[in-house]
């Protein structure tokens, strides 16, 4: 299984990365929404881990890129921002689910 790891913060991709190390399990890890819509046509994950405070295209909007060309793909909002408008506006762009950092 192949996840994709989208967060400008390497620590972050870091440890959500140790956390999922398991057989069978590939991580892969951008720091921006626009290489990550790129890598997720490249290889299409099964999932994608996407942080949403991100330089350049953020991820509500790599979000909502990605579910208008792959409208399968499974996204998983993982963030700071635990305020409604955020888990609105991430359910709208197609994500499956939003989980806040703090409780990783």
Same mark, same amino acid.
């Given at each position: 299984?192949? #996840?994709?790891?989208?967060d400008?913060?390497? !620590?972050i !991709?870091?440890? #959500? %990365?140790? *956390?999922?190390?398991a057989?069978?399990?590939?991580? &892969?890890e951008?720091?921006?929404?626009?290489?990550a819509?790129? %890598?997720? !046509?490249? #290889?299409?994950?099964?999932?994608? /881990?996407?942080? #949403?405070?991100?330089?350049? *295209?953020n991820?509500?909007?790599?979000?909502?890129?990605?579910?208008?060309e792959?409208?399968?793909? %499974?996204?998983? &909002?993982v963030?700071?921002?635990?305020?409604?408008?955020?888990?609105?506006?991430?359910?709208?762009?197609g994500?499956?689910d939003?989980? /806040?950092?703090?409780?990783?």
């Open positions: 299984m192949t #996840i994709l790891i989208v400008d913060n390497p !620590r !991709r870091s440890t #959500i %990365r140790n *956390m999922l190390m057989p069978g399990v590939e991580c &892969i951008c720091d921006n929404g626009s290489v819509l790129q %890598r997720y !046509r490249e #290889i299409q994950p099964a999932w994608v /881990l996407m942080d #949403i405070m991100m330089p350049g *295209m991820g509500i909007e790599t979000t909502k890129n990605i579910i208008a792959y409208p399968d793909a %499974r996204i998983v &909002i963030t700071d921002y635990g305020d409604k408008e955020f888990k609105t506006a991430a359910a709208k762009a994500a499956v939003y989980v /806040l950092k703090e409780n990783l």
